[in-house]
């Protein structure tokens, strides 16, 4: 469904993203991990066409992210690590708006903006202007306008980095029950604890290079270290860091 082919990003003579091979099969919940600075948001503005890869592709459903980003964008719901919305346009107009840009009438857009602004509880909020907004219903509202046009994919950047945890525990309940409807979701995060919970498979990104991918039970073996996903992350990078400085 995701396909990775020696996907890479150079800023100067810095490589933020060394090449990166890696598949994410339909209906997975890939988390994408990485401590700060380790090339999770370059990549995932690279799978959003957003950034030029300096080398190799990466596809979503056989269709190039580079070359063919409208078409992607059709299949793709994206959050962003911080959602920006237009401040003067209320919760509802936004989602209005996102809904008319995928081609829905004016009635089926307002028709799945209610429906969304209830499933995010920002019913009440939907008549409120987006610079009013706190965090949390920022990134909710960012996730049902990720949602709209009922994506077979979701991408997301830091989904509840700056959460309270019942905003958190909100946004990860969303995300669990789009993976119950059958959602590819790759899902960029430092936190393991959300890793832990939602993902199916993980993938170890330090410095810009992939250091470990699996489920969580063939990491720990690959890594000999038993215990939280917290501590196999920290081990793996650890030993990462240590190779690159020899
Ligand atoms: N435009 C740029 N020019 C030069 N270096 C950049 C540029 N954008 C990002 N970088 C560097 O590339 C590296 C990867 O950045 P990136 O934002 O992808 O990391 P990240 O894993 O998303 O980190 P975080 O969790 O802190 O958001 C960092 O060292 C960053 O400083």
């Known amino acids: 469904m995701i396909e990775f082919q020696s996907l890479s990003k150079v800023y100067g003579d810095f490589h933020a993203v060394k090449p990166l091979s890696l598949t994410v099969r339909r209906g997975e919940v890939f988390g994408f991990l990485g401590p700060n600075g380790a090339g999770k948001t370059t990549t995932i503005r690279m799978m959003m066409g957003i950034l030029v890869p ?45 809904g008319e840009m995928h081609g829905f009438s004016r009635a089926e857009a307002a ?15 939907g008549e409120d202007y987006a610079v009013n ?15 709209i046009h009922d994506p077979a994919v979701l991408i997301l950047d830091e989904p509840i980095n ?9 946004v ?3 995300l669990l029950a789009a993976a119950t409807r059958g959602v590819t979701i790759f899902v960029s995060t430092h936190l393991l604890d959300m890793a ?14 992939l250091v470990a ?7 720990r073996a690959e890594s000999s270290a038993s215990g939280s996903l917290e ?3 920290l081990k793996i990078t650890d030993e990462a860091a240590e190779e690159t400085a020899q």
């Open 133 to 147: 907004y706190s965090l949390g219903m920022k990134k909710r509202l960012g996730l049902a306008c990720a949602l």
């Open 172 to 174: 990860q309940e969303r």
């Open 54 to 98: 300096s080398g190799g592709h990466v596809l979503i459903d056989g269709l190039d992210c580079h070359a063919e980003p409208a078409e992607v964008k059709r299949r793709v719901g994206y959050l962003p690590d911080t959602p920006i919305f237009y401040d003067y346009l209320r919760g509802r107009e936004i989602l209005q708006f996102v």
């Open 213 to 219: 991918t699996g489920t969580l039970d063939e990491i």
């Open 231 to 233: 501590d196999v992350f």
């Open 111 to 125: 028709g799945r903006s209610a429906r969304l602004l209830a499933e995010f509880g920002l019913q009440e909020a």
């Open 196 to 209: 832990e919970k939602l993902c199916d498979r993980v993938g170890i990104i330090h410095r810009g290079e």
């Open 162 to 170: 700056g959460l309270d945890p019942r905003a958190s525990r909100d």
